[in-house]
């Protein structure tokens, strides 16, 4: 789960530049700087990891983390949802339910599991069909890079399962770009992003300088480099957990405390 963390911290100050088609386009940037900071990946990719560690229920877990950090940058469709504490989805097909699932890839021990749980952590606010095939690709992409697999492995299940096309290059996608928060339109190229990558810092560089959503894109390719490159390096680990509170803190610790076994 610190991949994605680490991804969000990282974009969070590039996304702006994105969202006004200013991007740089570029691998070459700071990875860090003093106005980088968590967002609402973040807080709810923790509070999907508290939910499942205390079994408890997702709306409730995602109202209470919404209360607890209400400016970290959540979209306006979750905010009306939360502030109302409305216990019913609202058909998002928006990449926010990708951005918080890295955790069920984790808690869960097949893939079967991992895809149902994805589903139902999706389908609390995201219950349109591309908001949950967003989070069930992202989650089978984490579950089976920690598997193993290879990213021939990934990238063949992820189009033949849910029918994203890998057949493009970043650099082919990069120049065309644009901010977008869709799953159909964020989440194939942040899985690229990883596909494409040499480590885990290449695949946030690759998310990020496709200049759209960066936070939630680096999120998402840091999530699966995590898992599959065997952690996230410790130089960013430091820097990263430098930038959380306590609450969250504890949280990823002891969810990694808890899930860091190997399991067949």
């Given at each position: 789960m610190l991949g994605v963390i680490a991804g969000d911290i990282i974009g969070s100050v590039y996304e702006s530049a994105g969202l006004q088609g200013k991007a740089p386009k570029s691998k070459e940037f700071p990875l860090f700087q003093p106005d980088s900071r968590f967002t609402d990946d973040t807080v709810l990719a923790v509070a999907v990891a508290d939910a499942l560690m205390a079994?408890?229920?997702?709306?409730?877990?995602?109202?209470?983390?919404?209360?607890?950090?209400?400016?970290?940058?959540y979209g306006g469709s979750f905010i009306g949802w939360a502030m109302a504490c409305n216990r019913e989805p609202y058909n998002s097909w928006g990449n926010g339910s990708a951005m918080r699932v890295a955790p069920?890839?984790?808690?869960?021990?097949?893939?079967?599991?991992?895809?149902?749980?994805?589903?139902?952590?999706?389908?609390?606010?995201?219950?349109?069909?591309e908001g949950v095939?967003?989070?069930?690709?992202?989650?089978?992409?984490?579950?089976?890079?920690?598997?193993?697999?290879?990213?021939?492995?990934?990238?063949?299940?992820?189009?033949?399962?849910?029918?994203?096309?890998?057949?493009?290059?970043?650099?082919e996608i990069r120049p065309g770009y644009s901010f977008d928060v869709s799953c159909q339109g964020s989440v194939p190229q942040s899985l690229l992003a990883f596909l494409e990558a040499t480590d885990f810092e290449d695949a946030i560089r690759n998310a990020v300088s496709l200049g759209g959503d960066t936070d939630t894109m680096a999120a998402l390719a840091g999530g699966v480099a995590?898992?599959?490159?065997?952690?996230?390096?410790?130089?960013?680990?430091?820097e990263v957990t430098?930038?959380?509170d306590d609450r969250i803190r504890s949280v990823v610790s002891r969810f990694k405390a808890l899930t860091q076994s190997d399991f067949s």
């Open positions: 079994r408890a229920d997702y709306v409730d877990a995602f109202h209470s983390y919404f209360f607890h950090y209400p400016n970290a940058g069920v890839a984790y808690f869960f021990n097949s893939l079967d599991d991992v895809l149902a749980e994805a589903r139902r952590c999706a389908e609390v606010t995201h219950n349109h069909p095939r967003g989070a069930q690709a992202t989650a089978a992409a984490i579950f089976l890079a920690r598997d193993g697999r290879t990213k021939e492995d990934i990238r063949a299940y992820v189009a033949n399962q849910f029918g994203y096309d890998f057949s493009r290059t970043l650099d995590e898992a599959f490159f065997g952690g996230v390096p410790e130089a960013v680990e430091r430098a930038r959380l």
